[in-house]
């Protein structure tokens, strides 16, 4: 299990840019697939981005497709995900999430797929 510790949350304005940060505890971060979720008041945790093992394989959700950039650091331990033209809709909390997994392909969208989180950060992106 990876203990994961989110940060760079804030509040900001409409288009503005924001880079959110995950730290992962433990030697094996590079055996684990990462995602970042969000989640909405009142409304489902979605998926935002994920990125595989070797930081090859990225997939976006479409609300945030050509505006966020999810990437990592296995030498750091270290997944960011950097927002730019942010919208009152990215408003949320948003957490790292992880699964161990042996493929190099696999780059899981669906939140099941995740035994481990983080406790979150709220964005708040004001109109």
């Known amino acids: 299990q990876v203990q994961l510790v989110e940060s760079g949350g804030g509040a900001v304005q409409t288009g503005d840019s924001l880079t959110l940060a995950c730290t992962a505890s433990g030697p094996t971060f590079g055996h684990y697939v990462m995602g970042w979720f969000r989640q909405a008041p009142g409304k489902e945790r979605e998926f935002v981005a994920t990125i595989s093992r070797n930081a090859i394989h990225r997939n976006y959700g479409d609300s945030v497709k050509e505006r966020f950039v999810i990437s990592r650091d296995n030498v750091k331990n270290a997944l960011t995900l950097e927002m730019s033209r942010l919208k009152p809709e990215d408003t949320g909390v948003y957490y790292c999430?992880?699964?161990?997994?042996?493929?190099?392909?696999?780059?899981?969208?669906?939140?099941?797929?995740?035994?481990?989180w983080g406790q979150g950060t709220q964005i708040t992106v004001s109109s």
């Open positions: 999430a992880a699964v161990y997994n042996g493929d190099y392909y696999y780059t899981p969208r669906l939140r099941s797929e995740y035994p481990d």
